[in-house]
């Protein structure tokens, strides 16, 4: 902490593979995923759905480290002002098929640990995050159920889910609505979008279209 409270812009700095070192295993992981053939379907159009994902103990671990440093970040020591949590986030974010490798982790409990940290939710915030596999995700009845996943927790994101620990100002609320808008603008640019939506099973179309996402794009 008493880093952190000096440097706090420490967590952005870059080692020479291009991220911060506990970002690193994050990509090892998702690239050990790539070299299994998991995400070699390049194609949205592909007839092979995306098979479920474990996670390196190293990656989980770097993971709620990164929670922990964004936590401290956005408390009342740091003003909403400070882009710092949200640089953090932007940068996680840019990692390829990072959303949808969580999206696709096996372990029930370890991807809810993943997608319940206010790291995730601020993460699903950055349009860096959108790209065409929420297509392919929502293709495949064995994967749709996860797509689901993906707009309910984008709808359900409210500010004290990104500042857990301190008095919530009226930018934050702000901060969110702006954020989503500009996710759900994105999504919106995928013109399969909704014609995929409906091919889903009757349970799933059901849940996502209760989803403020799913509506604003309708």
Known sequence: KEMLRIYPEAILIENLEGHNPMITPIVKWIDSCNS????????????VPFPPVDVL???RWCFSML??????????????????????????????????????????DVRSQFMNSSLFRRVLLQVESVDEWILHMIKHKDTAARAVDYFDFLSKIKPRDLFPSRKLLPSDI???????????????????????????????????STTHVCSEIL
Request: aromatic share 8%; proline share 3%; with cysteine.
């Open 36 to 47: 299994c053939d998991v995400f070699e379907i390049n194609s949205v159009n592909s007839d």
């Open 174 to 208: 702000q901060f969110l609505w702006t954020s989503r808008e500009a996710v759900t603008d994105k999504l919106k640019e995928f013109g399969d979008l909704v014609p995929r939506l409906v091919t889903m099973e009757d349970k799933d179309i059901r849940r996502v």
């Open 67 to 108: 929670c922990y440093i964004n936590d401290y970040l956005s408390t009342s020591s740091f003003s909403n002002d400070s882009d710092i949590p949200t640089a953090l986030a932007r940068h996680v974010a840019t990692l390829p098929h990072f959303v949808q490798t969580v999206l696709l982790v096996k372990d029930n």
């Open 57 to 59: 103990s190293s990656a």
